[in-house]
């Protein structure tokens, strides 16, 4: 069977830092690159934090919305959280080094990634957050193996009412 998008409903911010905790718990050697879509308010950061504390990040987590990228140090490994909100153009994203984005192993989040287009690794899992009532919601997109490996042991078993 193959996996397509799936869309999960996060009753509260605790459900998205869950479903970040679920997605550390699984996180495939070759590594993983993410875009987090949505809204400003929509649980992006949320989510990264939570991914990026359950993989052993000890240090706070901050938003890199100033910054542009925040790197940690995970064991062997290197993660990365871009936030492209005050980007123009992807051009800017230049003088930033982001080579080391697209070393074996690298954990890449970036939230606005549609923002950085064309100069960014290619992605994995599209993540795109949204307002629901007095919650969010996810959709999962898979857009590599690793990624439809990860929605299908993300995506909730299937119902069995008939």
Do not use: C
């Amino acid at each position: 069977m193959s996996v397509g998008t799936v869309e999960l409903i996060l009753a509260n911010e605790e459900a998205t830092m869950d479903l970040g905790r679920r997605l550390a718990a699984i996180l495939p050697a070759e590594g993983l690159v993410a875009f987090l879509h949505g809204d400003l308010g929509a649980g992006k950061t949320t989510f990264a934090r939570a991914f990026l504390q359950a993989l052993g990040v000890g240090e706070r987590v901050k938003s890199p919305t100033y910054s542009l990228v925040e790197g940690y140090d995970i064991d062997e490994r290197r993660a990365f959280h871009l936030d492209l909100y005050r980007i123009a153009d992807p051009g800017e994203l230049e003088w930033l080094g982001l080579d080391s984005l697209a070393e074996p192993g690298s954990i890449v989040l970036v939230e606005w990634p549609e923002r950085g287009a064309g100069a960014l690794p290619p992605v994995d899992l599209a993540l795109s957050f949204r307002h629901d009532g007095m919650g969010r919601a996810v959709r999962m997109e898979p857009r590599s193996p690793a990624g439809v490996r990860l929605v299908a042991a993300l995506a909730p078993p299937p119902s069995s009412h008939g």
